[in-house]
């Protein structure tokens, strides 16, 4: 006698729950591939971009906290791509760093993502093989974690930050990716700025109506400084983890590559008047990166401050002060230089690292080597000192968990997994080492990573 399908399920009604392997339905897909996308105004001509299924930025994945996401990539393109979920306190086995925690898929082949979502807020994907040509030229994403209780807003919008470096003649991403120049210097920088693959981005809004805004810097290098004008606002969460208390936004907002800040803004001008979403522009002026055009009124009155975003877990950082304390130099760059470094597994001067495209390090270490920076035990407190030796500013970012500054006094910062650190600066971050695996450290100015400043932790 052969089952029916209806004889199978009352017969598994009786054992528990667990679905077989074999029983999971194929994830959704998430396509890599190229597509022609009119980047530039009108009249230039439209760029061909390498994007996730089509679209630039990427189809925004929203997912509730405490689901589980899981994607197919599908891997369209000519090159070998794998997709790193950025900010995600994820399996390590998922983060999607090629050559670390997974073998790049191959053009043609397929790979599934899947791994649970702990944390809400604002996250991002991308490429993480190559990463410094496959995000430049489109492959990014918002990824959305969902508070099962959100905050009172009326709307919320995501808002991805990007610009891109386009040949004004074809439409084609201009240079070269591996340019030195760009690489020993800040970076790759675009000729235009936008939001959402817009350059002329614009939101439509009432009078006191209350946006949450979830701004994500998916630039290459560019450090985005942000001002809102006629809007008040406050930031409840920065790289996706909320802040114990809202703070009001009254200077300017800085974003640095692969950051994220979420501002809850009231919208106070009137009918008729400005609003935007500012941005400090190369020729030292302001101007509007999201013009929002105002009509009507939402409401008589502008509402009470918000209320701060439920926390997420683990968001503690005990045993800071008995800690160790490792030290890690970031040298080289145009300008600087430095003495030594070792790449490959030798140790080279400055110029045979330049011979060899590499221009910095990280704690002596010029690109991803052999052994960790650090291995830490599950469960121990991690404390390290970003020291920024070069006459350039990083954006440095840990994969896999996210960390605390720690302030001169030992007071601890707001939870991050992104930190700048000025030229001759340093910042020290402290986190819970409580996520097993080999999780990069690296600037997140792409073209560093990509020329020595990546360098990797361990924790067993
Ligand atoms: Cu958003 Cu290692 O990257
Ligand atoms: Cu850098």
Redesign the pocket.
């Known amino acids: 006698m052969s089952f029916t399908r209806r004889a199978f399920c009352t017969g598994l009604a009786a054992v528990p729950l667990t679905r077989p392997a074999w029983a999971q339905a194929e994830a959704p897909r998430l396509t890599a591939r190229t597509a022609t996308i009119q980047l530039a105004p009108e009249g230039y001509p439209a760029t061909e971009v390498w994007s996730y299924d089509g679209l630039l930025p990427g189809p925004q994945i929203r997912a509730q906290q405490g689901s589980r996401l899981s994607r197919r990539l599908v891997n369209d393109l000519q090159v070998p791509t794998s997709v790193h979920w950025h900010g995600i306190r994820i399996d390590n086995a998922m983060d999607g760093v090629a050559g670390l925690t997974q073998e790049p898929v191959p053009p043609g082949a397929s790979f599934d993502y899947a791994f649970d979502l702990p944390d809400a807020g604002t996250y991002w994907y991308h490429a993480h093989t190559n990463s410094m040509e496959q995000v430049a030229r489109g492959l990014s994403g918002a990824l959305i974690v969902e508070e099962n209780a959100p905050p009172d807003v009326d709307r919320d919008e995501v808002l991805m930050l990007d610009d891109w470096l386009l040949d004004p003649e074809t439409g084609g991403f201009a240079g070269d990716f591996e340019a030195p120049m760009m690489r020993s210097h800040a ?1 790759r920088m675009g000729n235009l700025t936008g939001i959402n693959g817009r350059f002329d981005f614009s939101l439509e809004a009432q009078q006191n109506e209350r946006l949450r805004l979830r701004l994500i810097n998916a630039a290459n290098a560019r450090i985005f400084v942000l001002r809102l004008e006629g809007m008040t606002g406050w930031t409840v969460a920065l790289d996706g983890m909320p802040l114990a208390q809202p703070e009001p936004v009254s200077a300017e907002i800085i974003l640095a590559p692969a950051q994220r800040v979420d501002l809850i803004v009231d919208v106070t001008a009137e009918e008729g008047t400005p609003a935007a979403l500012l941005s400090y522009a190369d020729d030292d002026s302001w101007q509007a990166l999201a013009e929002v055009t105002v009509s009507g009124l939402k409401s008589a009155a502008p509402r009470a401050a918000p209320a701060p975003l439920p926390p997420n877990p683990r968001m503690q950082v005990p045993g800071v002060a008995e800690a160790e304390l490792r030290e890690m130099r ?1 040298e080289g760059g145009a300008m600087r230089g430095m003495a030594s470094g070792r790449f490959e597994g030798q140790d080279m001067d400055f110029q045979q690292l330049v011979q060899r495209g590499q221009f ?1 390090a990280l704690a002596g270490q010029v690109g991803r080597g052999e052994a960790p920076f650090a291995r830490y035990a599950r469960g121990e407190t991690a404390r390290i000192r970003l020291v920024n030796d070069t006459v ?4 440095m970012h840990l994969h896999g968990m996210h960390f605390r500054t720690v302030a001169a006094d030992g007071s601890l910062g707001p939870m991050r997994d992104t930190v700048l650190v000025m030229p001759q600066e340093s910042a020290e971050i402290a986190f819970v080492a409580d996520n097993p695996g080999k999780w990069l450290l690296h ?3 792409l073209g ?2 990509a020329s020595g ?1 990546t360098n990797w932790i361990e924790v067993a």
């Open positions: 970076g970031m910095w350039f500013p990083h954006a600037c997140h100015m560093h990573a400043m």
